[in-house]
């Protein structure tokens, strides 16, 4: 595979974006040797201010590039396999005007020449999505028409077969990796899918509404405003999925009979009778989903008439805390699920569990793939070593009688996992002997795969195989098209190249042994590296990783003349389960002193000048990067933090993950505190940031998405607030519309460029 591809082009002319780029290292260069910035050395800590690197004139023309670079880039968002040589790729893409991410989709086909595009991208409807039938012969489109659905069913050749309004008790339909995909039968003529089950509440009268009949209960009036959990951010409208069936001949839609379960991949048994799938107890709290994988939860089968009532197929003697993503082997005899365990780490790694299918019931339940306590490091030109299972488990597929492919993680490195379960066997496949990441995106029972091969500096470049379980000479990709926007036919001279923006960038992997993994992108242009800023960037979760992928912000930060330094601390997913569960009950001390030890290691090594530091973090992150400015208030001159955690103790009332706050603060299991008593209050507020305020002194950016149930807007407000009283220099952009991510496109542009010019005054230039 050629993976030395020409990177990202950007909308701009050439020659203006160069004499900006020239402009602003001159500005940089100027104010760094300037009066002003010797004076900032000499201000105390009290009378420090935001010292302007840029005029306005320079600002803008930065503004200008970054928007160009930002909003021009395509983000591969999925595949398809349509048929053996023809692939379907979505993507996304900012529009910064509209404020929304435009979505589109390009099909390719392999041909003699290799791959080719057979479709001008189609920009495809936000309200609809479709569902390939297995043998190819229909489609089915789910089409939102204000707040109902309808199905419509369309043949190969292009007829609509069938238009099924979906109007009485169908909500929201799923189509996600948190509630799963709709499905089709065997014999093409029914789909089954998890849809929210309509709330009576909206159609209750209140106690004063006169068009009310006198023959509706009281007690519906007094219901008009029952409050209903949810499951939490960007799932807040999902109170009750449950499954549904779709009789195409019928034009009929059937409710499954789950009671008061929630409901989560839903899939056909193999004579399309019935279905399994992820059950939750709809009768407890409702805690968030969406990055959580280790929600407790049961297996269950429903006959698909909707007249039998759902069965639990595992019992309190098997020992299986949860269930994910279950699958089918070919011939129907053997069923298969992914269980973390009884673990309270939000993302985890994974056991395989197999049974035989008999009437309906598991027999013979085993873990065919157990938990990896411990990972080892590739040596140099080595690919990756198996370290577990981290997986959302929705690319997850039984393709022969003993096996399945899945994708997982190995360290820094996406890979796909090739699984024996009658033996427990795992393999890894890998496109280059370098620390590439592999992502599977699509494989089909027929073995054919689809998967996008990246690091962090070469853009995504997306791969095809007829067979992903090739042994002999490995297994043979063809590339299908690389993820940049392609020249302009229309205006040639309208484009730069990101690699004429960024020229000698290198990437690589630090190991620090326990104490984690520094991930470097560095300007290998012959000058000094130590002379360069940092840009250092935990990640959140703290059950996270990052990964050797190519990440567009990154590039950007290096853009702008920062090393990036990207760290995988204690607590992070790919290095085994053991250096996962160290962390909890030591968020706020293990994880900071770990970050500080790298930060300072990599310095040493003469990456990153330890003068010019901004610390940049979200979530879990942004709880690091505030833990770091108050526990080394001298290492960082400016600090970024997008929706952090400030105040563990008052974020358990408010938060979508209240287990998170006791497990990651105490140790302790959510299920055993409930409500927080003074010791575990206590040491809530001692691992959090805000316990150690006062002794902060840098500069400090607070991002904030105003509609965040994860990690709610109060928490950064009370740093704001904080720092404001102690007169250190603080500000705070609250963004409407946006929750935990800030991921609409004008905010999360808006947000980059902030980080971006807020960084630069507070270090008096990057270069």
């Excluded at 036919?489 to 990437?507: E, G, R, T």
């Excluded at 300007?523 to 990052?546: E, F, L, Q, T």
Aim: charged share 20%; with cysteine; net charge neutral.
């Amino acid at each position: 595979v050629n993976v030395s591809v020409t990177p990202t082009c950007m909308l701009k002319q050439a020659g203006r974006s160069m004499s900006m780029l020239a402009k602003i290292k001159q500005a940089q260069k100027a104010v760094t040797q300037s009066e002003e910035s010797k004076e900032k050395e000499e201000l105390k800590p009290d009378e420090r201010k935001l010292l302007q690197s840029y005029s306005p004139e320079d600002e803008a023309a930065n503004t200008t590039l970054i928007r160009s670079v930002w909003e021009s880039y395509p983000r591969l968002a999925d595949a398809k396999i349509l048929s053996k040589g023809t692939v379907s790729l979505s993507f996304s893409q900012p529009d910064i005007v509209r404020n929304k991410n435009r979505s589109f989709e390009r099909r390719f086909i392999n041909s003699t020449d290799g791959f080719q595009p057979i479709s001008l991208p189609t920009v495809t409807d936000p309200d609809s999505f479709s569902i390939q039938s297995p043998s190819g012969n229909f489609s089915a489109v789910f089409a939102k028409d204000k707040d109902d659905w309808r199905l419509e069913i369309f043949s190969a050749a292009g007829a609509l077969e069938a238009n099924i309004p979906l109007k009485k008790s169908v909500g929201a339909i799923q189509n996600n990796n948190t509630f799963g995909f709709p499905q089709w039968n065997k014999a093409e003529n029914k789909l089954l899918f998890v849809a929210e089950l309509k709330s009576p509440g909206d159609a209750y009268p209140s106690f004063w509404d006169p068009a009310a009949k006198d023959d509706k209960p009281k007690d519906n009036r007094a219901a008009k405003y029952e409050f209903q959990n949810t499951w939490g951010e960007q799932r807040f409208t999902a109170k009750q999925p449950v499954p549904f069936v779709v009789d195409i001949k019928e034009r009929t839609a059937t409710q499954l009979n789950v009671g008061s379960l929630s409901c989560a991949f839903a899939i056909w048994d193999p004579t399309s009778n019935g279905a399994v799938f992820m059950g939750f107890d709809g009768t407890q709290r409702k805690l968030g989903l969406i990055f959580c994988i280790q929600r407790p939860n049961n297996f269950y089968y429903v006959c698909g008439d909707g007249k039998g009532a759902a069965v639990a197929l595992l019992s309190p003697e098997d020992n299986v805390f949860n269930v994910r993503c279950p699958i089918f082997s070919p011939d129907g005899s053997k069923v298969g699920f992914l269980s973390t365990g009884k673990s309270s780490a939000h993302y985890t790694a994974q056991k395989l569990y197999t049974a035989d299918w008999k009437n309906t019931k598991l027999e013979n339940l085993k873990v065919a793939v157990d938990i990896t306590r411990k990972s080892q490091v590739p040596k140099d030109g080595e690919g990756p070593i198996y370290c577990g299972l981290y997986t959302l488990g929705d690319k997850m597929k039984w393709i022969e009688e003993d096996t399945i492919v899945v994708d997982t993680v190995a360290r820094t490195q996406q890979a796909i996992c090739i699984i024996t379960p009658s033996a427990g066997t795992t393999r890894l496949v890998s496109a280059t002997s370098s620390r590439m990441s592999l992502g599977l995106l699509e494989v089909s029972r027929a073995g054919a795969a689809v998967a996008v091969l990246s690091d962090p500096i070469t853009p995504p470049q997306v791969l095809y195989t007829d067979n992903i379980l090739a042994t002999d000479g490995g297994v043979k990709w063809q590339p299908v098209t690389t993820v940049e926007p392609p020249a302009s036919q229309l205006a040639p001279d309208a484009y730069v190249s990101l690699k004429d923006l960024l020229p000698n960038l290198k990437w690589q992997v630090l190991e620090f042994g326990d104490t984690g993994e520094a991930m470097m992108i560095t300007h290998a242009d012959g000058g000094d590296a130590s002379a360069r800023p940092g840009m250092v960037i935990p990640h959140g979760g703290p059950h996270s990783a990052y990964l050797a992928t190519f990440v567009l912000e990154w590039l950007v930060y290096a853009a702008a003349g920062y090393n990036v330094c990207l760290l995988n601390y204690p607590g992070s997913f790919g290095y085994g389960q053991d250096f996962i569960e160290v962390l909890p009950g030591k968020c706020g001390d293990l994880d900071v002193k770990s970050c500080e030890k790298m930060v300072q290691e990599v310095c040493k090594k003469g990456l990153m000048d330890i003068k010019r530091l901004t610390v940049n973090g979200g979530s879990h992150g942004g709880f690091l990067s505030a833990h770091l400015s108050a526990q080394y208030p001298e290492l960082f001159k400016a600090v970024c933090m997008r929706n952090p955690v400030i105040n563990i103790s008052s974020m358990m009332d408010t938060t979508d993950i209240a287990d998170w706050t006791v497990y990651e603060a105490t140790g302790l299991d959510y299920y055993d505190v409930i409500v927080q008593d003074a010791e575990v209050n206590n040491k809530m507020f001692t691992s959090s940031p805000l316990s150690r305020v006062r002794d902060v002194k840098a500069a400090t950016l607070l991002l904030i998405g105003a509609d965040d149930l994860r990690v709610p807007w109060t928490q950064g407000r009370a740093w704001y607030h904080a720092l404001k009283q102690l007169n250190i220099p603080v500000e705070m952009k609250l963004y409407p519309g946006n929750d935990h991510p800030i991921a609409t496109a004008a905010c999360s542009t808006d947000a980059l460029i902030n980080i971006l010019l807020f960084s630069s005054r507070a270090l008096g230039g990057v270069e």
